[in-house]
């Protein structure tokens, strides 16, 4: 069965800070996708990123990057020079390809509390 | 904004009750999902619509039902509401069936059963 673990539950920056967000997943499959969501206060899920198990390419999108390595089946998330709007409740997720079924499983969640 | 609709936004019910959540997926999605976010479970997948069948069920009560209709919108059911219902439910929208294919999340029904 799938599984998404986000071990950190809440982390508090100061604003520029960099900080890292971990997300370690497993599954037997060997087709998958890894996602990124973002959920701020006002509570709407807001897809970041998607990354399939055959690319290990390193990504980057202005602040962002993800760092994506099968060898220890994590998929980190870094924002570099942390501003306030990131304040949110950050998920990482998971989807299988076998069976064409594409639920995505959920992590638990890290909440990122940016200060002035 | 991500192109997915729900309505209504908030639900205040009472126990025992039966509610109907609806969703509008993006223009030119096939696939609905359905999940529900609660306190203590999280984020959890309940169901899957693909072009009007379903296609995978996850942790949904029997209380619970779903379909997808000829217009691709969808609506989910949910009766004899117990206090443990109390949660933000999701429906999302892909373009396919397949899980390379990225999910965007409407805003969200807030239900409390009192």
């Known amino acids: 069965a799938q599984k998404v673990t986000q071990a950190q539950t809440e982390i508090s920056v100061v604003e520029k800070e960099d900080v890292t967000l971990d997300c370690v997943y497993e599954?037997?499959?060997?087709?998958?996708?890894l996602f990124w969501y973002k959920q701020p206060p006002s509570g709407e899920l807001v897809f970041l990123i998607r990354?399939?198990?055959?690319?290990?390419q390193n990504e980057i999108s202005g602040r962002y990057s993800w760092n994506f390595q099968k060898s220890t089946s994590s998929f980190n998330f870094t924002i570099t020079a942390s501003q306030v709007v990131d304040s949110a409740v950050y998920f990482c997720?998971?989807?299988?390809?076998?069976?064409?079924?594409?639920?995505?499983?959920f992590g638990k969640g890290i909440t990122l509390s940016v200060r002035p | 904004d991500s192109g997915v609709t729900q309505t209504p936004k908030h639900l205040i019910t009472a126990t025992g009750q039966r509610v109907t959540l609806r969703c509008s997926p993006r223009?030119?999605?096939?696939?609905v999902y359905w999940y529900q976010q609660s306190l203590d479970q999280g984020l959890q997948f309940l169901i899957q619509?693909?072009?009007?069948?379903?296609?995978a069920k996850g942790n949904i009560l029997e209380r619970f039902s779903a379909q997808q209709f000829p217009d691709l919108h969808s609506e989910l059911n949910l009766s004899s509401l117990e206090l443990g219902d109390s949660a933000l439910y999701f429906c999302?929208?892909?373009?396919?069936?397949?899980?390379?294919?990225?999910?965007?999340f409407g805003p969200g029904t807030r239900l409390t059963v009192l």
């Open positions: 999302a929208s892909s373009v396919g069936l397949a899980g390379v294919y990225e999910q965007f």
């Open positions: 599954t037997r499959d060997t087709t998958y996708y």
């Open positions: 990354r399939n198990s055959f690319d290990e």
């Open positions: 997720a998971l989807s299988e390809e076998a069976g064409a079924n594409s639920k995505l499983t």
């Open positions: 223009s030119g999605d096939l696939s």
């Open positions: 619509y693909y072009n009007g069948e379903e296609r």
